[in-house]
């Protein structure tokens, strides 16, 4: 899952919200090379198996804050 920025922003920073406990296996700036100026910011999870199978599915909100930039 990506949450983004406006064209022409920049990412400065971002993370997720799970109500389920989510196993997060991925979150990070988008691109996340070094040197690259990111734009959006990625969180990814695998499925978790708290509870009876088979387990709820899990909900996770991405979220990314950005700065305007433009003149």
């Not at 920049?10 to 991925?26: C, H, N, P, V």
Request: aromatic share 6%.
């Amino acid at each position: 899952m990506i949450a983004s920025c406006d064209t022409g922003d920049i990412a400065t920073g971002g993370g997720y919200f799970s109500e389920a406990g989510a196993d997060i296996s991925l979150n990070r700036p988008v691109p996340n090379d070094t040197g690259d100026t990111p734009i959006a910011w990625e969180v990814g999870s695998a499925p978790t198996l708290s509870g009876p199978l088979p387990a709820p599915p899990n909900t996770v909100t991405a979220y990314v804050v950005c700065a305007d930039i433009t003149p």
